[in-house]
């Protein structure tokens, strides 16, 4: 069974495309104006940057995503931009997983599962939306 294309959009990135009105909110449904409607479920999520302390991550969770549910299934203190994790503090940038909801918007999210670069992905979001 292949893998549901979901992605990861910031609060920074939620915050321009509303001021642009390029993107509006019903419920949990983000809906994207553009040639085609495309409509992600938003699930609140933490994208894992860097350790706050230390070099070595021995949770290795550095660079994933994880929902609000998973964090609190795994017992993890979160605060604002912070989540501490058996005894080690992370930062995180908050956000939402977006799970497509219509073929338009699974298109999106293929095409931005290949691209790396936090940055590089809210601009390329930001065009292409």
Known sequence: MPEE?????????????FEQ???????DQLIIHSKEKQVFKLVA??????????ESDPNKLIGKIFTEEEMKNAKADI?????IYKDLAYQVE??????PQTKKAEKTAEKVDAV?????????LLKIL
């Open 5 to 17: 294309k979901k992605i990861f959009i910031s609060q920074e990135v939620l915050n321009a495309l």
């Open 45 to 54: 999520a933490y994208k894992f940057l860097y350790l706050v302390e230390g």
């Open 21 to 27: 009105g390029q993107a509006e909110l019903q419920d």
């Open 116 to 124: 790396d670069d936090v940055k590089m992905l809210e601009n390329y």
């Open 79 to 83: 605060y604002m931009d912070s989540v």
């Open 94 to 99: 908050t956000g939402f997983l977006g799970i």
